[in-house]
């Protein structure tokens, strides 16, 4: 792994501080029309108005971008100050990367998906809707690169101590990028990820949630070879899983706003909540 991708510790207070607060207030003031597009949707969904319809998916499209910056400042503001506490609840690291990936590969047709898992189950303690979150981030991240056929992997394995996830990429551009340097320049101007659509605050968010659970999200960029991250967490000894608790509607709420970015608007069109 390259030394220089590695992430610092921590930001500062300060700069968390200013990071949660505006990613709260911009939460808060997205509820409302949030909820009343939700609300009208459902009414539109009735009848044959199809204009109305591809301005409602417009609108959704939009909100899920501006939702997702939103979470990023306020997850990695909270994960920075210490606010956010690790769960101890069990979860298959096979089971969530199968499931994200048979959904968002029905999502997204431009790039190819393939997921090789270890051959036994692979449990890590933690949320699983932040260890998805963790996953889409990555994946946001290689997406931005990848162009028309390119191919994003995901591997699991594990020893005795660790169970490691592996998403590599074929894009372009991946040399030339310094992963710790968006820390640096987060300090040096806080508002500059959401002016920029958030790029980058998603693999920080995702870096934060490696170390919330004891684990590491280390990069390794290779000339004319795309990117590899490897996610690395403390291997929990038990084959007693969580039942899950998340509704497919809500996860695929997750994977709308996380990948905002690369998805398009028609895809805003159906009822999801």
Same mark, same amino acid.
């Given at each position: 792994?390259?030394e220089?991708?590695?992430f610092?510790?921590?930001?500062?207070?300060?700069?968390?501080?200013l990071l949660?607060?505006?990613?709260?207030?911009?939460?808060?003031?997205?509820n409302?029309?949030?909820?009343?597009?939700?609300?009208?949707?459902?009414?539109l969904?009735?009848?044959?108005?199809?204009?109305?319809?591809?301005?409602?998916?417009?609108?959704?499209?939009?909100?899920?971008?501006?939702?997702h910056?939103?979470?990023?400042?306020?997850?990695?503001?909270?994960?920075?100050?210490?606010?956010?506490?690790?769960?101890?609840?069990v979860?298959?690291?096979?089971?969530?990367?199968?499931?994200i990936?048979?959904?968002v590969?029905?999502?997204?047709?431009?790039?190819?998906?393939?997921?090789?898992?270890?051959r036994?189950i692979?449990?890590?303690?933690?949320?699983?809707?932040?260890?998805?979150?963790?996953?889409?981030?990555?994946?946001?991240?290689?997406l931005?690169?990848?162009?028309?056929?390119?191919t994003?992997?995901?591997?699991?394995?594990?020893?005795?101590?660790?169970?490691?996830?592996?998403?590599?990429d074929?894009?372009?551009?991946?040399?030339?990028?310094?992963?710790?340097?968006?820390y640096?320049a987060?300090?040096?101007?806080?508002?500059?990820?959401?002016?920029?659509?958030?790029?980058? !605050?998603?693999?920080?968010?995702? @870096?934060?949630?490696? *170390? &919330?659970? /004891?684990?590491?999200?280390? $990069? %390794?960029?290779?000339?004319?070879?795309g990117m590899?991250?490897?996610?690395?967490l403390?291997?929990?000894?038990?084959?007693? !899983?969580?039942?899950p608790?998340? @509704?497919?509607?809500? *996860? &695929?709420? /997750?994977?709308?706003?996380? $990948? %905002?970015g690369e998805?398009?608007?028609?895809k805003?069109?159906?009822p999801?909540?």
């Amino acid at each position: 792994m390259d030394e220089e991708n590695r992430f610092p510790s921590e930001l500062s207070r300060d700069t968390a501080w200013l990071l949660r607060n505006i990613g709260s207030a911009m939460r808060e003031a997205l509820n409302g029309s949030m909820a009343a597009s939700e609300l009208l949707g459902r009414r539109l969904e009735k009848g044959e108005l199809a204009d109305e319809r591809e301005y409602l998916a417009i609108l959704r499209h939009d909100q899920h971008r501006l939702l997702h910056i939103a979470e990023n400042l306020t997850e990695l503001g909270s994960l920075s100050l210490g606010e956010i506490k690790p769960e101890q609840s069990v979860q298959d690291l096979n089971q969530i990367c199968g499931e994200i990936v048979d959904t968002v590969s029905a999502m997204i047709g431009r790039v190819r998906f393939v997921f090789t898992p270890w051959r036994d189950i692979c449990c890590v303690n933690g949320s699983r809707e932040r260890l998805e979150s963790l996953i889409l981030n990555v994946i946001a991240y290689s997406l931005r690169r990848c162009e028309e056929g390119d191919t994003i992997t995901l591997r699991t394995e594990r020893d005795d101590d660790e169970v490691r996830l592996f998403i590599g990429d074929n894009g372009k551009g991946a040399e030339g990028e310094s992963v710790s340097a968006l820390y640096s320049a987060l300090e040096q101007d806080p508002l500059h990820g959401a002016t920029q659509g958030g790029a980058g !605050l998603g693999l920080l968010v995702a @870096e934060g949630i490696a *170390r &919330l659970y /004891g684990g590491s999200l280390l $990069l %390794s960029a290779k000339q004319d070879q795309g990117m590899e991250s490897v996610l690395s967490l403390p291997r929990t000894r038990t084959n007693i !899983l969580r039942v899950p608790g998340v @509704e497919y509607g809500s *996860r &695929l709420r /997750g994977i709308l706003t996380i $990948l %905002s970015g690369e998805l398009s608007r028609d895809k805003y069109m159906a009822p999801y909540l």
